[in-house]
């Protein structure tokens, strides 16, 4: 199922989402050729149940999906419209025609559960949840942030467009999501640094026959390959509500990888990589950025740690064994 949908899509973002795309969207908010063929390509409603229109998919058979929207740095929030469009249905609500909606976790304090806020889309709505109750809002622009990309914000008293309760944790969602999108940009890094490592030469030969070099690839592609598997391992759920414990895990896995993965692809590629006009820092950038995105993985160890505490401790091998006597895809 995963390769059946990736083919189409994959290929969709690719003549849809260039980096001139990416580049155009981080200056205004808007990437509308984008947006509008995802939304004429039915992909909005994967996770929406056949009875209620959709396509009735699994979370685990748009892992790869997810992934592919993090390394073709999609401007528009792909993936978190799929999750919320899918809530709305669930719960009976009004599902928005073409609005790109955003996963807006509060903490039970009232504030976002992230240190910095999702990036506006032009037109964007905000699915909202504080404790288990849920409200679909508008969002509006707020300024940029250190990254140079356009902050969305909500006002504390916009009026909701729906509102619902709900069992499901948009910050679980949004863990594994952001999880995904930098696994995915993290793919990119390493094709493009594979790519200038062969096609560059230094000293008369290519900079990949540099035993330094080699070391940084391989380094690079173990991290990432790990990343893939941490967002496979969240997304491997057969209901809709995923695993807080997996999710923990695998955001915690792929922000410790992150850092050597941009450090060595800028190793790589020297002085040009960090420069405005070349692709490379459009992906180290955002990855930076997702590090942030709802929760360090300081948070996320703590988050792991206490689930540990809870099931009785023990090592990983005690963990995995534990869950493989539970005999769920879910535990």
């Known amino acids: ?20 795309t990416v580049r155009g969207a981080e200056k205004d908010g808007s990437a509308p050729e984008l947006w509008a063929a995802i ?33 073709h740095l999609v401007p528009v929030p792909v993936a978190e419209t799929i999750v919320a469009r899918a809530l709305l249905a669930r719960h009976g609500a009004d599902v928005p025609a073409d609005a790109p909606i955003l996963l807006w976790p509060l903490s039970e304090d009232g504030k976002l559960s992230s240190p910095v806020a999702p990036v506006f889309s032009d037109g964007c709505l ?25 902050a969305a914000l909500i006002s504390a008293d916009a009026p909701p467009l729906a509102a619902f ?9 949004a863990a594994a999501i952001t999880s995904a999108h930098m696994a995915g940009a993290m793919n990119r890094v390493l094709a493009m640094s594979i790519a200038h490592a062969s096609e560059r030469n230094q000293f008369g030969r290519p900079l990949s026959k540099f ?11 173990e991290r990432v ?8 391992f969240v997304f491997a759920s057969e209901r809709l509500a995923l695993n807080p414990w997996r999710a923990a895990a695998a955001k915690c896995m792929v922000n410790q990888a992150a850092p050597d993965c941009c450090g060595l692809a800028h190793a790589v590629h020297g002085a040009i990589g960090i420069s405005e006009e070349h692709d490379l820092q459009l992906h180290t ?8 995105s709802f929760g360090s993985e300081a948070y996320w160890a703590r988050r792991v740690a206490a689930s540990w505490r809870e099931q009785g401790g023990g090592t990983s091998i005690d963990r995995i064994r534990r869950q493989i006597r539970g005999g769920s895809a879910d535990g």
């Open 211 to 221: 035993q330094a070099i080699q070391h940084h690839l391989a380094v690079m592609a």
């Open 39 to 71: 939304g004429d390509s039915g992909f909005l409603d994967a996770l929406v149940p056949e009875d209620s229109g959709g396509v009735g998919l699994l979370p685990q058979n748009i892992a790869s999906l997810v992934i592919a929207c993090g390394e």
């Open 1 to 20: 199922m995963d390769d059946e949908l990736l083919g189409p899509f994959a290929r969709l973002l690719t003549d849809l989402s260039p980096p001139a």
């Open 285 to 292: 950038r955002r990855i930076k950025r997702w590090q942030l």
């Open 165 to 173: 309760e709900s069992d499901i944790d948009l910050l679980t969602w």
């Open 126 to 150: 905000a699915l909202v949840q504080s404790g288990n109750g849920m409200t679909l809002v508008e969002a509006a622009q707020g300024e940029r942030d250190g990254f140079g990309l356009p």
């Open 225 to 232: 390959a790990a990343s893939n598997a941490a967002a496979h």
